[in-house]
């Protein structure tokens, strides 16, 4: 184009070219174009189909005695299941008030209903490792409950974190008894 | 780059000539490690790591390339597939032990090349870009370790690739789904196993390529000496090669013997028993420790067991400020060249500091060396937390004052005076 009426050089206005449209307008479509690029690049990493899939678990809870604990898998992560003792819960309920990293009383634990059966989560809140107490004869900690060896968090025997680096209780997994022998965890 | 008296490339033959019109490749490695790389008369034996650690990078990566080829990246079969290696590949034990081992020692040269650093302050300028690509190579040689060891899908493997992706999950907020996003599952398992796998293949090239940055960046103000007495004219130096190519083949004799006796003598020394047992994904190992050489900052991320509170109200829980340690105590390492404030270089001419290093630094990382392996119990827990402690004033409160206070010792004029006793030059001018 010509040079403008007021003058000024070839192909400006106000300091305007034609040609930086052309520039913006590349630039973006290109940018836009590399940002969506990283949608299916960090989408690829999340977990896939088939392991969302694998979301709920039953587990037969019949045949578990008072004071008898079974390891289960629950979304590739090993479930503690327990039942307690009266002694136990008992113990349990002794400390429902002291002052805990993360308050929660036994029966919050439990869910209504459910007068001894304790569904968790088996992985320490800290790092991920299985605490040891669920089977007889491991080391159950200061507190009488789970011990985990990675990193020396000690839960109690409602599975309350006491002692140590872990943040959290040990988790407990939505569930719901499907029938009189089977929970439905998931 | 590089000094005026530096000796230029200069090709004999028709096709050296030629190679030198169409590609100088050989007058770049001749100015970058050869007679054209003045470097100072008076490195000591401390000046041998770095091309030691070259040495290991690319042992790692030939062995490394050698093993992919026999291995499977698949739960099912990565572990019978890793003694498929030891047992019926030709060879294989070897190629596993040396890359195993070979890590080992990469990170012991490592780390006597960065405590070289620590104590003759290589890290001040002019070379603080040298120093902070050095630390981004550590950072990136510890995630490519932590990876590769996840590969044999022994119980250790597993159980660190858990811990260490879960140290994700302590960030606020966005934790939980970034571990789940990092581990592609709830738990580490074949997404993770094959994304470690082509990340372990990666990143020793992107190592590699730090690296070249880190050898340009070095060739700009050149090596620094044991004196930290910049070089002033010609006969401060030497030239790379012969002198130091020489030197260096010497120390890598020296490493090499003690690399053969840990190969094929004490394979597994340094290793884990438990590695020997497939990943059990319901079982932790009684004592799960991570390789010897994160120990330090393992020892660091247990060290803190109680929430950070003010008034009864928690502000930053014990996991994640175990966490923050950790990363903290190695990016802590990225602000040397602006915490240690004394113009003078090395600890020979820094008697307080020097002081501190011997008695302080060195004792501190040796027992978060040993604290990092030890069981989470007392009194290995409250030791751990003394030396986390001192090991963070050393750096952020130590250093920063002392090289302010101390008063250093007389400078030699310069490397030639350091070496022979006297230099005219530097009688011939009035002292300074």
């Known amino acids: 184009m010509a040079s403008t009426v007021d003058g000024t050089a070839e192909g400006t206005e106000d300091g305007v070219r034609r040609r930086d449209w052309i520039h913006i307008a590349a630039l973006s479509t290109a940018g836009v174009g590399g940002a969506s690029v990283i949608i299916p690049l960090v989408s690829q990493m999340a977990p896939t189909a088939d392991t969302l899939a694998a979301s709920t678990t039953d587990v037969d809870v019949s045949a578990i005695e008072p004071g008898q604990s079974i390891k289960a898998v629950f979304r590739d992560q090993p479930l503690f299941v327990s039942r307690l003792t009266e002694e136990s819960i008992a113990e349990a309920q002794a400390d429902d008030g002291v002052q805990m990293r993360d308050p929660e009383t036994l029966a919050e634990r439990l869910g209504e209903g459910n007068a001894d059966l304790l569904i968790q989560i088996g992985v320490c809140t800290h790092l991920g490792c299985v605490p040891l107490g669920a089977i007889e004869g491991e080391d159950k900690g200061e507190y009488d409950g789970y011990f985990c060896p990675c990193h020396g968090s000690h839960y109690d025997v409602a599975g309350r974190i006491r002692k140590g680096p872990a943040p959290l209780n040990l988790v407990i997994p939505e569930f719901e008894f499907a029938n009189e022998s089977v929970v439905r965890v998931g | 780059m590089s000094f005026a008296w530096a000796k230029q490339y200069e090709p004999k033959t028709p096709f050296t000539k030629w190679m030198d019109e169409k590609l100088p490749l050989p007058r770049l490695v001749y100015s970058a490690i050869g007679a054209g790389y003045p470097v100072p008369r008076n490195l000591n034996y401390m000046w041998n790591f770095g091309v030691l650690a070259g040495f290991f990078l690319v042992l790692q990566i030939v062995t490394g390339v050698v093993l992919a080829m026999h291995y499977a990246a698949n739960t099912e079969v990565a572990f019978a597939q890793t003694e498929h290696i030891m047992r019926n590949v030709n060879y294989g034990w070897l190629m596993r032990y040396a890359h195993a081992n070979g890590a080992s020692f990469f990170f012991i040269v490592i780390y006597l090349h960065i405590f070289r650093g620590f104590y003759y302050s290589s890290y001040k300028a002019p070379r603080e870009m040298i120093w902070l690509l050095g630390v981004v190579i550590f950072l990136l040689m510890m995630a490519t370790a932590f990876m590769g060891y996840v590969l044999p899908w022994g119980q250790m493997s597993f159980w660190g690739a858990k811990v260490i ?57 050149g090596s620094s000496n044991p004196t930290g007495v910049e070089v002033k004219k010609e006969s401060d130096t030497i030239p790379f090669h012969p002198y130091y190519t020489a030197k260096d083949g010497f120390g890598l004799g020296v490493f090499l013997i003690l690399f053969a006796i840990m190969l094929f003598f004490l394979p597994n020394t340094l290793g884990h028993p438990d590695n020997y047992l497939e990943a059990n994904p319901l079982s932790t190992p009684a004592h799960i420790v991570p390789e010897w050489y994160f120990y330090p900052f393992y020892a660091i991320l247990r060290a803190f067991t109680g929430d950070l509170a003010l008034f009864g109200v928690t502000i930053i829980p014990a996991k994640l400020l175990g966490v923050i340690a950790m990363f903290a105590s190695i990016l802590v390492w990225f602000f040397l060249p602006w915490l240690d404030k004394s113009p003078v270089r090395s600890g020979h001419y820094r008697p307080l500091f020097k002081k ?77």
């Open chain 2, 356 to 432: 501190f290093f011997w008695f302080g630094l060195i004792p501190c990382m040796l027992a978060l060396f040993y604290l990092g392996g030890a069981k989470p119990e007392e009194p290995f827990i409250s030791l751990s937390q003394i030396a986390t402690a001192y090991y963070f004033l050393h750096f952020l409160v130590i250093l920063p004052i002392v090289s302010q206070i101390e008063i250093p010792k007389p400078l030699p004029f310069s490397i030639t005076e350091a070496v022979l006793g006297k230099d005219d030059d530097g009688a011939a001018q009035p002292a300074e």
């Open chain 2, 165 to 221: 992706t879960s140290l994700f999950g302590a960030i606020p907020l966005v934790g939980e789904p970034l571990q789940t996003w990092l581990v592609g599952g709830f738990a580490p398992g074949n997404s993770a196993l094959n994304r470690f796998f082509s990340l372990h293949f990666l990143l020793p090239f992107v190592i590699a390529g730090v690296v070249i940055l880190h050898i340009w960046a070095l060739h700009i103000p």
